[in-house]
């Protein structure tokens, strides 16, 4: 007899414009993750379509609508409820909280995943009005998911130390990387550089938790060393002008 297909729950808060790396490791999961295996429902909180044309047809996608994450909780439940998975995989911290309380109106047999795209110390510091609440929420809601997957062993271990959550509860895992792709893109695009390098690039936000200033900083001594090497920063975000007079500033 053929085995039953796992029904795994991908949680999202949207696929908008100028979306970041989160929307694209849950597409590149979708587009690789077994099919005879595993039947995919995508749930988007908010309303967006970037990234929409690159999810498989077979996966399930339902729109929840809702102006503001903090009204996601009811719309989560009913959609657990109507498709029943076994397994839910939630991104970013402030839909990671609302779906770690939606459990408890849930049954038990569900599995709840969080993922966590930035050292929890980082975003606190950086990206949060209410440092004390969110430390709190850390501490005494996170404990409750049954797997918190962390993108470094730093990003584990900040967990541990700062946040007192137990190691059976982190596995670190890299993001997949689409290599296909990529190579398909860089064969249509051709290559951008004449320099004979090494040519350098980071793609991401410009944010302090991804760590440019510190990549800033370390260049300066990598063209001490390599004259003819080369760095080239992709993104956007509240940082560019800061990180714009930084590189001004060390001669870069």
């Known amino acids: 007899m053929p085995r039953a297909r796992k029904r795994v729950l991908f949680l999202v808060p949207a696929f908008l414009g100028g979306i970041g790396g989160s929307e694209r490791v849950i597409v ?69 909280v609302m779906s770690i309380v939606a459990r408890f109106f849930l049954p038990a047999y569900v599995r709840l ?6 050292t929890p110390s980082a975003f606190i510091a950086k990206d949060t009005r209410y440092p004390r609440l969110w430390k709190f929420l850390y501490r005494r809601i996170y404990p409750h998911a049954d797997k918190v997957i962390c993108l470094s062993d730093s990003m584990r271990q900040d967990f541990i130390e700062n946040f007192l959550l137990p190691s059976d509860k982190l596995v670190r ?41 510190l990549l800033l900083d370390a260049m300066r001594t990598v063209i001490q060393r390599i004259p003819n090497a080369r760095l080239t920063i992709l ?4 940082d560019e002008a800061q990180l714009k007079a930084q590189a001004h500033r060390l001669g870069l």
């Open 28 to 96: 590149t999961l979708l587009r690789y993750i077994d099919q005879s295996r595993f039947e995919c429902h995508l749930g988007l909180v908010q309303e967006g379509n970037a990234y929409l044309e690159d999810i498989p047809a077979s996966v399930t996608v339902h729109q929840l609508r809702v102006s503001r994450m903090r009204y996601c909780l009811p719309g989560i439940v009913r959609l657990v409820r109507k498709i029943k998975p076994q397994t839910i995989l939630s991104t970013v911290p402030y839909l990671n």
């Open 235 to 238: 993104g956007e975000g509240q």
């Open 173 to 213: 895992i890299y993001n997949p990387v689409d290599v296909e792709m990529i190579q398909r893109l860089g064969r249509w695009a051709g290559n951008p550089y004449t320099s004979s390098g090494p040519n350098l690039v980071v793609a991401g936000r410009l944010r302090r938790e991804k760590g440019i200033d």
């Open 113 to 118: 995943l969080v993922r966590e795209a930035a």
